[in-house]
């Protein structure tokens, strides 16, 4: 049983810290050096002189899409859907906001002309998604008539029909900073917000330092920011993820071992897609991995990260990795600091805990 409960991962965070909009330039953030006292207090264009020549940097390089749609019902009635995964034969898997759900059947009647099909709920009849049939390809779709999913706390002047959004300048701003420079493979509902930090500056500072770079592909979902709702956390539902890593990064990561490097994540995305590969040894899959303190890493030994929500799943993983004393330790610091929060706030660079 995990001695730890929920609210052992609650703080206080004065409002004022969750960042509304990204740094002018990717690479100015700030980056706490978290790794080992005395702390210190950085920028993030510095990250390549805190690494070591042979170490390798995996990156999630997942592309996130339009997901968020509007629409009404038969009825007349308001909805928004945010796609949280494309299947096969039209067919997606979204989040539903509306007064009412409508019944399996129903055909709703989409901003941009299109229709979804209600199919039914997703993965099984009491599963908290939905199951719907778009009336054409859902990529496209998705780019032609979506917004960006951002998350809740990121407020925008959007109202809930979507019919009045922000300027088109804030929508090219989130559109272009809200997807990482190496973005390659359409799916996320949610960025990997610790990589949002790297510009082409940044990586070509690594290359020259000798570091090493591979990717593995998580589609993030909009689960990742839904609370944890039970005090013991293992009654906790985890939300499930598509993940793949490629044959060169399964070399790439053999080949960091074998030159005494270390594996750095970028983002927690890439660590529960890197320790859900080691639990199972599947290289492509479905990961429902909820990481906890107590938990063993097999193949993270450096994690790049932002600061998360109170409470959260990714605190959890940051404790689990860093360990719990010091995690509090950090965030204590960062806020006394000023240091901006969540997807578009500033990171802190952590090694894994090697204490009993």
């Known amino acids: 049983m995990n001695p730890y409960r929920l609210s052992d991962f609650d703080f206080d965070l004065p409002a004022s810290l969750i ?26 264009k510095e990250l390549p002189k805190l690494l070591r020549t042979g170490d390798l940097l995996v990156f999630n390089d997942t592309e996130v899409v339009k997901a968020r749609l509007f629409g009404h019902k038969p009825t007349g009635g308001q909805l928004e859907l945010l796609v949280e995964r494309v299947l096969t034969g039209h067919e997606v898997v979204a ?152 044959p060169e990064t399964v070399q790439a990561i053999a080949d960091c071992r074998a030159r005494g490097g270390r594996v750095v994540a970028v983002g927690t995305t890439s660590v529960r897609t890197l320790e859900s590969w080691a639990q199972t040894g599947q290289t492509c899959g479905d990961t429902s991995i909820f990481i906890t303190p107590g938990f063993e890493f097999k193949v993270v030994d450096v994690l790049i990260t932002n600061f998360h929500l109170p409470k959260s799943t990714l605190l959890m993983l940051v404790s689990a990795f860093t360990g719990f004393e010091h995690m509090h330790a950090l965030y204590q610091h960062a806020i006394a600091q000023g240091y901006r929060f969540f997807s578009y706030g500033d990171a802190m660079l952590l090694d894994r805990k090697t204490e009993t």
């Open 19 to 44: 960042a509304q909009h990204p740094t002018a330039e990717r690479s100015a953030s700030r980056l706490l050096d978290g790794r080992q006292a005395p702390w210190a207090d950085r920028i993030f």
């Open 95 to 246: 989040h539903m906001k509306v007064s009412k759900k409508p019944t399996v059947g129903t055909v709703l009647r989409m901003h941009g002309g299109f229709e979804a099909k209600v199919l039914g709920r997703w993965p099984d009849v009491d599963g908290p998604l939905f199951h719907f049939r778009f009336s054409d390809e859902p990529h496209a779709l998705m780019q032609a008539h979506g917004h960006m999913p951002l998350p809740p706390y990121i407020e925008r002047h959007q109202n809930q029909t979507g019919a009045a959004p922000d300027s088109p300048e804030q929508q090219a701003e989130d559109e272009r900073r809200y997807q990482t420079v190496f973005a390659k493979h359409p799916g996320a509902a949610a960025a990997p917000t610790a990589a949002l930090h790297f510009d082409e500056a940044v990586l070509n500072a690594l290359d020259s330092h000798g570091v090493q770079r591979a990717s593995v592909t998580l589609h993030v979902g909009a689960g990742t920011f839904s609370p944890v709702k039970t005090e013991d956390l293992s009654e906790h539902r985890m939300h499930s993820e598509w993940y793949n890593i490629p």
